[in-house]
């Protein structure tokens, strides 16, 4: 496996939308590593060179071309590759532009082509802030939608009217394109895209090195276009009354019994309709519910679990850290370091 990442350059850039996701990217490959590490402290059938984050990870830089790129910090960059070196990356990262972007887009037609290119090819297209322009210039989000910087909302809704800019949410994602509002948002995007590729205990690992808190999960701040709501009203009134009633002994013959069917065919529905079975609906809502009180109570948590529909501390914690890779107590420590210090 080699994850193959691009970081896209142009003038007046914002580095920051470069460095971060590198050192990001970077962690991740070493903690895998890590994780595959047998108890002798070797990583099986691999050499030396091969046990490096460079063998599993290759971060390029692309430009038009080779000349020294300014950015908005004063100093320059040069790019590893040119658009025609390179072709096969999984991820491609677009940078937000200092000020009014349309005169630096405008003038690089060579860029959006390509785009289109990697776009159809089917790699994960990712920009943060007026970079989001990028894409709506090479008509890929026409139909989609779409955010950025919140200062560029007005001008960005003139200038593409075609793109269902969504002002409410800092994701967006339509198939393999995304767009991230801020620097924030864009880490956010990443430790999603890490977790796809090296799974959630490194994506959870990075996310702890690099942030004091537990960052907002992507599923929760992104709109997805695919993300519409489901068409089976009978589903979506279980699933309604899970959410008012999860505290409660709740078995699956009776969720069935309430929908007018039998165990077998309300699985099948219900599955469908989510994409997750009953139980995993159920417990979901659950761990959710006890996340939003580990970051906002000093309850206890066996009063948290208890609150959470579970009467059984230690299946509470196995659950909880089913879902969320750790323990209740060091998400508790991880998000709140600081909120009750006397």
């Known amino acids: ?67 020294p790129i300014p950015t908005h910090s004063s100093f320059s960059i040069t790019a590893d590759a040119t658009l025609e070196e390179e072709s096969d990356y999984d991820v491609i990262y677009l940078p937000a532009l200092w000020r009014n972007p349309r005169a630096v887009i405008r003038k690089h037609h060579d860029l959006l082509e390509w785009l289109t290119e990697k776009a159809v090819s089917g790699a994960r297209i990712a920009a943060v802030g007026t970079g989001c322009c990028f894409l709506a210039e090479a008509g890929l989000l026409n139909g989609k939608p779409a955010t950025t910087h919140w200062h560029y909302f007005k001008q960005f809704a003139h200038d593409y009217p075609d793109v269902n800019l969504q002002a409410k949410y800092f994701i967006t994602q339509s198939q393999n394109i995304f767009c991230a509002a801020s620097v924030k948002a864009l880490s956010d995007l990443t430790i999603h895209f890490i977790e796809t590729i090296y799974g959630k205990s490194v994506a959870t690992h990075t996310q702890r090195t690099f942030f004091h808190e537990i ?19 009978d589903i979506v009134q279980i699933q309604t009354w899970i959410k008012e009633n999860y505290t409660a002994d709740i078995s699956m013959q009776a969720l069935a019994d309430m929908a007018g069917m039998s165990l077998r065919n309300f699985s099948r529905r219900f599955k469908n309709a989510t994409d997750m079975s009953p139980l995993q609906y159920l417990l979901t809502v659950r761990v959710e519910a006890a996340i939003t009180m580990l970051q906002t109570t000093n309850l206890s948590i066996q009063e948290i679990a208890i609150l959470s529909g579970y009467q059984d501390i230690s299946h509470f914690n196995r659950q909880f850290k089913l879902k969320t890779t750790i323990s209740p107590g060091d998400y508790r420590k991880t998000v709140r370091a600081k909120l009750f210090c006397a």
Not at 10 to 27: H, T
Not at 216 to 232: L, V
């Open 1 to 67: 496996m080699n994850t193959k990442i691009g970081f896209v350059l142009c003038e007046r850039m914002l580095s920051s939308g470069l460095s971060l996701p590198i050192e990001m990217w970077k962690a991740a490959a070493s903690s895998y590593l890590a994780e595959q590490r047998t108890p002798t402290g070797n990583v099986e059938k691999c050499t030396f060179r091969q046990c490096r984050p460079e063998s599993i990870l290759t971060v390029k830089t692309i430009a038009c071309n080779k000349n």
């Open 215 to 233: 960052r907002s999960h992507f599923e929760r701040q992104c709109y997805q276009e695919e993300n519409t709501p489901h068409p089976d009203e």
